[in-house]
């Protein structure tokens, strides 16, 4: 049963989404604070409001997102002196999300600099003005971009990712 915001998401209504999902972080409220669901919400948020040109607060929430795992890891450690395969295995899940999620803050950051160094009306081959197709534009090319390094192909993208990625491209090569 899909959670709320990912049909918004998938709908790409990013600013429905960013509601939908700030209405489910409420309802978590009285979950632990180290809660993983309340992490995912706080994640999920950040994608959306990324996507919604909302790159700060996107930022902010996937920063939260981390704190929680973290805490969560923390907790777990803690809890557990002697911890179960099952515990384990948590705790490695939990601590494999976290550059994950500090990767997408560095996409999320470079979301910000690409929008913001972009001139806002009359974008070359470009006819329509809509808010939302420069943003859905943008996003199709970040996929494009991502897909381009997972699987090496394109080298037109793979030439604009290296230039401006060589960290990434390092440790994408490096996987």
């Known amino acids: 049963h899909p959670r709320p915001g990912e049909v918004s998401l998938?709908?790409?209504?990013?600013?429905?989404?960013?509601?939908?999902?700030?209405?489910?972080?409420?309802?978590?409220?009285?979950?632990?604070?180290?809660?993983r669901l309340v992490a995912e919400?706080?994640?999920?948020?950040?994608?959306?409001?990324?996507?919604n040109a909302q790159y700060d607060e996107a930022v902010e929430s996937l920063n939260s997102a981390i704190?929680?795992?973290?805490?969560?890891?923390?907790?777990?450690?803690?809890?557990?002196?002697?911890?179960?395969?099952?515990?384990?295995?948590?705790?490695?899940?939990?601590?494999?999300?976290?550059?994950?999620?500090?990767?997408?803050?560095?996409d999320t950051k470079d979301m910000k600099k690409e929008a913001e160094s972009k001139p806002k009306e009359g974008e070359e081959g470009f006819s329509t003005d809509s808010k939302d197709a420069k943003m859905t534009k943008s996003v199709s090319?970040?996929?494009?971009?991502?897909?381009?390094?997972?699987?090496?192909?394109?080298?037109?993208?793979?030439?604009v990712a290296a230039d401006g990625e060589k960290e990434t491209e390092k440790t994408a090569a490096a996987v």
Do not use: M, W
């Open 10 to 35: 998938e709908n790409e209504n990013y600013s429905q989404a960013v509601e939908d999902i700030k209405l489910c972080l409420e309802k978590q409220k009285n979950l632990p604070k180290d809660s």
């Open 41 to 51: 919400s706080h994640y999920q948020l950040g994608v959306a409001q990324g996507f």
């Open 141 to 159: 090319t970040i996929a494009v971009k991502r897909k381009a390094e997972d699987d090496g192909t394109d080298s037109k993208v793979k030439k």
């Open 67 to 106: 704190t929680i795992i973290k805490e969560k890891i923390k907790n777990l450690n803690e809890t557990h002196k002697t911890p179960s395969d099952d515990i384990k295995k948590e705790i490695s899940e939990l601590e494999a999300l976290v550059p994950e999620i500090e990767e997408k803050i560095v």
